[in-house]
């Protein structure tokens, strides 16, 4: 043990902070990276939702064609094998209280959108217009997106991602109130382009740290 | 105030590092031992040996478990050790004003 003591030389206090910071900007870098969450998100929101415009503009119900929603749910799919990919692969070496936290976060998010494919299917079998169902469908859907975030903003302290939840809840209803086909619209650039945004604020956030 | 003032355990480059990484930590965490080697670019038995130092001190506490069939060590600052490297930062930071003209 003494051998490497006497290897390390007595710190001063400017190098001995210098090690403190860069340790903490080592293990950040390691940990989950809410750029990467906002930005994929950002991306598909835009594209899957503008597509869903762009079909919906173009259908005799004015909301979004079967096909389109299809493409859609690949592309939501492909954001959920993103996001889960990164954070297993982030958070793997690490155990507990974060760990059971994020466990039960997920299985938040998992009971949010049972519940909202369930009521779209009661919505759907009591027999509401293609419309009534896009607006449910969405509304909820971004209603579980939104509070969460703000939920998990809030106990993780991760202000940006409490606004973009705040912001996600108000775009979502501007669109179930403006309807189809323009709420796509609505959609794809203020979810879209809040996440978008909300990955800018996260990088400038992580550069300040 | 002098570096006398300093905690001597945690006093040390390679032992100041460690501590700062299990800081940075949520608390209530703990991490893997390989995964915790990665974060400091340390050799095995480097690490192992600064660790049984802070845990002498009751600074560190290592949790041996197993993942399957293999042995996995989990490493986590105690609330002891949390305590020491808040005090330790503070009296870096106090030394460096007073270093200031």
Known sequence: MGEHDEDDAPLDPAAGLAIVAAQRRRVLDSEVDDRVIFGTWGVLWLV??????????RSPTGTSTGPAGAVFGALMALGLVVTLTHIGRRSRGVR?????????????????F???GLIVAGVVAAGASPEVIAIVANGLACLVVGLLY??????????SMYLLGVWVIATAAVASLVGTPDGYLVMALGGGGGMLAGAVIAHLVRRRA | MTDGDLDPVIHS?????????L??????????????????????????????????AGYVQQTKTHQGRTPATYVELTGEGRTAFDR?????????KGAQP
């Open chain 2, 88 to 96: 330790y930062t503070r009296t870096l930071t106090e030394l460096l």
């Open chain 2, 23 to 56: 800081a940075a930590l949520d608390r209530g965490d703990r991490i893997a031992f390989p995964r915790l080697q990665g974060l400091l670019d340390m050799t095995a038995g480097n690490l192992s040996t600064h660790l049984r130092r802070l845990e002498d």
């Open chain 1, 114 to 116: 049972m519940a909202q």
């Open chain 1, 48 to 57: 899957g939702y503008a597509l869903q415009w762009w079909s919906a503009e």
């Open chain 2, 13 to 21: 480059a390679s032992r100041l590092r460690v501590v700062a990484t």
């Open chain 1, 96 to 112: 507990g209280t974060s760990r059971s936290m994020g466990t039960m976060v997920g299985l938040t998010w998992f009971a949010g």
């Open chain 1, 150 to 159: 703000m939920a998990c903003g809030a106990m993780w302290r991760v202000r």
